[in-house]
């Protein structure tokens, strides 16, 4: 599974996009990438997942480069309920990946 | 349709005592997955089982920790004679594998956690 590296903190103010940005620069043709949230004292939460150029959502937004290499969390408009912990995680799509590897994420801080 | 279920949330053991989590799939999930957290970090696979069967412990400790997951009931994540570096968040997920849904990915849906403090 690809190695991924991400800013380990951001803060934003309420009512900005906010953009994470995950570097793996060791992606696999066959790998996806996937993001999840994690709010303290939970367990981490799907939020959105593609291979390649944009994929949008209710929630978010994930922009990916035509080379793979890294890509971009969108989150439009955060709310201070959007501060949480932030994975991206690298890994093919099949029944035969569950191993996942959360790397220490990058923890938003929305402020008032 | 309710979410994966752990207790205890909070669990205390003294150095030396058995810790045991416990862990409830979705309604129609098979499979189960443990994974350990420890403060300000990311979190790190243990085990992946199947009903009666462990199909993955590359990620457990080799001794003190065990898991099963039975035909009947919810899987438990044992550890035995506990010490202070056991203390963690541990997660259960389960997935209705093979893969299903509109997405086709594998996804994993967690639990609320159990935070395991040893003294």
């Known amino acids: 599974l690809a190695k991924t590296t991400q800013p380990i903190s951001m803060d934003s103010y309420e009512g900005q996009e906010v953009n994470i940005t995950c570097s793996h620069n060791n992606i696999a043709t066959n790998d996806y990438i996937t993001w999840y949230q994690q709010f303290p004292s939970q367990g981490p939460r799907f939020i959105i997942q593609?291979?390649?150029t944009k994929v949008t959502n209710e929630v978010a937004s994930l922009f990916i480069p035509a080379d793979r290499k890294s890509s971009t969390l969108s989150l439009p408009r955060v709310s201070l309920s959007d501060t949480a912990v932030y994975y991206c995680?690298?890994?093919?799509?099949?029944?035969?990946?569950?191993?996942?590897?959360f790397g220490t994420g990058t923890r938003l801080k929305v402020l008032a | 349709n309710a979410g994966v279920m752990q207790n205890p949330r909070h669990l205390v053991r003294r150095r030396g005592q058995e810790a045991r989590l416990r862990c409830s799939p979705m309604k129609g999930h098979s499979h189960v997955y443990w994974y350990r957290q420890l403060p300000e970090e990311g979190l790190k696979f243990m085990v992946y089982l199947q009903k009666e069967n462990i199909i993955d412990e590359s990620g457990m400790p080799k001794e003190r920790f065990s898991a099963e997951f039975p035909k009947e009931g919810p899987s438990i994540l044992r550890i035995q004679q506990v010490v202070r570096g056991d203390s963690a968040a541990y997660f259960c997920?389960?997935?209705?594998?093979?893969?299903?849904?509109?997405?086709?990915?594998?996804?994993?849906?967690f639990g609320p956690g159990t935070r395991l403090t040893v003294l």
């Open positions: 593609g291979y390649k």
């Open positions: 995680l690298v890994a093919p799509r099949s029944s035969g990946t569950y191993k996942y590897i």
């Open positions: 997920a389960s997935s209705p594998l093979p893969i299903s849904g509109t997405s086709g990915y594998n996804e994993q849906f």
